[in-house]
């Protein structure tokens, strides 16, 4: 009998052409400073870190302690981010701003804000936005509501990754709908991560055990009692979650099944 246990086989994370080892990103806002903004980025293992132009220094006052210091572009993917824009206006202003900033860096993450109690998305607005933003030669990554025709409807229109939330920013309730998760995942040709409501360690790994391709988080892990600490367990959450799906859960059952069955036995 062949008893030979067959590893499953992954592949990287892409995201328009360029290949990730790491399906964590992370976030750079709400640390205590640059230094523990580095610390937590390290300990995650994050290759992709997301940055908000709006809130942080790139560049735009060399008078300010500089996030790339700690950060260097040449180690990680910078995403600008337009946290905080309201309208499709700004969220292209601001984009446009980091291209300049980063030497015409065209991969961004694009969210347009429908008000500030929720935070969810206005999808109208996005959509404005992205139209906008894609013409203009920007790669997007979208964050969106967990909507599954929404999400196909931005692949239509060359977003480079999807990104929906799992619950509102920064609320940590973890994933409140994986049936929509689920369903885009099972209906995208491009990358889908999670983005938004990750609280804890086991929200991550069930993002990626229903099969998505990453998750990006930011407050879950600045926000944490030991930032450095958490930003290890996520990492770690991460990647257990994407060998499960890989490896493939055995089927829910109403009623057990044993561990050592009778059939087959010697007496």
């Not at 988080?217 to 009692?225: E, K, V, Y």
């Not at 089927?251 to 050592?260: D, E, G, I, V, Y």
């Amino acid at each position: 009998m062949n008893t030979e246990q067959i590893e499953p086989v992954d592949t990287p994370l892409t995201i328009d052409g360029r290949t990730y080892t790491s399906r964590l990103l992370t976030g750079t806002g709400k640390y205590r400073d640059l230094e523990q903004t580095r610390d937590a980025t390290e300990a995650a293992g994050a290759q992709i870190v997301t940055v908000a132009v709006r809130r942080s220094n790139i560049g735009q006052d060399p008078d300010e302690p500089n996030l790339l210091d700690v950060l260097p572009p040449d180690r990680y993917t910078i995403l600008p981010n337009t946290a905080g824009c309201y309208t499709a206006e700004d969220a292209v202003r601001t984009c446009r701003l980091a291209r300049e900033l980063l030497d015409g860096h065209d991969l961004v993450k694009l969210e347009v804000l429908g008000d500030e109690k929720t935070l969810f998305p206005d999808v109208v607005a996005t959509f404005k936005a992205a139209e906008t933003l894609i013409a203009d030669g920007f790669k997007v990554m979208v964050y969106t509501n967990d909507d599954p025709v929404v999400a196909r409807q931005f692949e239509a229109m060359g977003c480079v990754a999807v990104m929906p939330l799992a619950a509102p920013i920064g609320s940590g309730l973890g994933i409140q709908n994986r049936w929509n998760l689920m369903t885009i995942v099972e209906e995208a040709g491009v990358p889908v991560l999670v983005d938004a409501g990750v609280g804890t360690a086991s929200d991550a790994s069930i993002a990626m055990e229903l099969g998505c391709d990453g998750v990006l988080m930011n407050t879950a892990i600045a926000g944490a009692r030991d930032p450095v600490g958490m930003a290890r367990a996520m990492k770690l959450a991460v990647e257990a979650g994407r060998l499960a799906w890989l490896s493939g859960r055995i089927p829910r059952k109403r009623f057990a099944s044993a561990s050592s069955p009778i059939e087959g036995t010697f007496f």
